[in-house]
């Protein structure tokens, strides 16, 4: 098994334990974007999938997000499992999912969801606190007895990865630390001080 099929290996058995546990959200992840100012930014998001070409969740591409993410193409994920003391930190390059994959994952989305993708205009000003229910109320009339179809600026990323870190707890604070890094086209394995 080559260098990346492990990391692969080991993140896909790591996520599976985090999904045994009674935790309200293992799939919930930090993602860090840097906008075309270089001004950063960190919020929760959701992972809808992963596989050796990367980790994919969905979003409004007209939000902040999906701005910075259009702009420098980078981001970086962390995702913490506290009773595993397990983190994974991912950084890489960033693209769009394929139309398919986003048609697909939007007709896994329960009805609720899909209007309300269109009801939010993610990141922008809301004239007043009631303003997204009426938004919500009206895409509910427009789409009702037929199917929601996917807004044309909702999509997803993948982030394909080029460093993924494994930080291991360990008492005193004398913490494990791997991290897999592509160097010149090949993935390299490194001991990192905690």
């Not at 809301?126 to 009702?144: I, N, S, T």
Request: net charge positive.
């Amino acid at each position: 098994m080559d260098v990346y099929a492990q990391v692969v290996e080991r993140f896909r058995k790591l996520y599976a334990e985090a999904q045994q546990l009674d935790i309200p959200e293992p799939s919930a992840v930090s993602l860090a974007t840097v906008d075309a100012d270089g001004r950063p930014s960190v919020r929760t998001v959701l992972l809808k999938g992963f596989d050796e070409r990367g980790f994919v969740f969905y979003t409004n591409k007209q939000s902040r997000k999906g701005r910075a993410l259009k702009a420098t193409h980078k981001a970086a994920l962390c995702f913490h499992w506290q009773p595993l003391m397990q983190q994974v930190l991912v950084e890489g390059e960033v693209e769009d999912v394929t139309e398919a994959e986003a048609d697909a994952y939007w007709a896994s989305r329960i009805r609720l969801s899909q209007i309300g993708a269109w009801a939010s205009e993610q990141s922008g000003l809301m004239p007043d606190k009631d303003a997204l229910q009426r938004r919500f109320r009206d895409f509910e009339k427009q789409f009702e007895g037929k199917p929601v179809p996917r807004p044309p600026h909702w999509s997803g990323f993948r982030i394909k990865p080029d460093s993924v870190e494994f930080w291991s707890s360990r008492p005193g604070r004398l913490h494990e630390r791997e991290r897999y890094k592509l160097m010149d086209g090949k993935w390299t394995h490194q001991w990192l001080y905690p």
